[in-house]
């Protein structure tokens, strides 16, 4: 079982780049062919249009955690040839859901550079080089890298070490990315010109 837990909660790491290049896009489709201006000119409550957006981002993450989820624990069962037990369901939720609250956090992360650079090319360009492995090569030469938002909780996708102990402090580094971007995304949204 620890193997198997081991490789999920690896599995759930490795589909961070797809959740940032799903979020990206979905942000950022309201950059194409003026669709932002259309929207705000419609919408004239911005804070409701962010909301709403949000909101619909939220639901969409939901289904896509469920299925990502569930997908995994299947494979899981039938790649090292488990039997189904509330228990080993029980320890992988309660063990891949502080992945999945990480992998959330660089999601909203990812949403917030679309938003406030309108576009989808950054938010990629920027996580997705790090997600797959430039940040533990910054790591190697610059000790500070280790507050990269995704470097933070990479404990956080190791099984035999949540086994030890839990440390939540990358949780807060990414809270504080998230701040920090949402925060100038915000503002920029609401005072943007769109004419």
Known sequence: QTKAL????HALYLAQ?????????????????SGMRT?????????AWLAGKFLFL??????????????????????????????LLGKFLYYSSFGL??????????????????????????????????SRL??????????????ATLNLFEYEGLQNSIDLSGLGIQLFWLALIWSSAIFLTLKRDVR
């Open 101 to 134: 609250l990480s992998n959330l956090f660089l999601a909203l992360l990812a949403a917030g550079l679309a938003l406030l650079f309108q576009s989808w090319v950054v938010p990629v360009s920027v996580l997705f080089p790090l997600l797959i492995g430039l």
């Open 138 to 151: 910054l790591a190697t030469f610059i000790k500070e890298a280790k507050y990269l938002p995704d470097l």
């Open 58 to 87: 939220a639901v969409l993450l939901l289904v896509l955690y469920s299925v990502m989820i569930g997908s995994c624990f299947f494979v899981m069962l039938a790649r090292f040839d488990l039997d189904f037990s509330w228990p």
């Open 17 to 33: 780049p797809v959740i940032v290049i799903f979020t990206s896009l979905y942000f950022a489709q309201e950059f194409v062919k």
């Open 6 to 9: 081991s490789e999920a909660l």
């Open 39 to 47: 929207n705000f000119l419609t919408v004239s409550n911005r804070k």
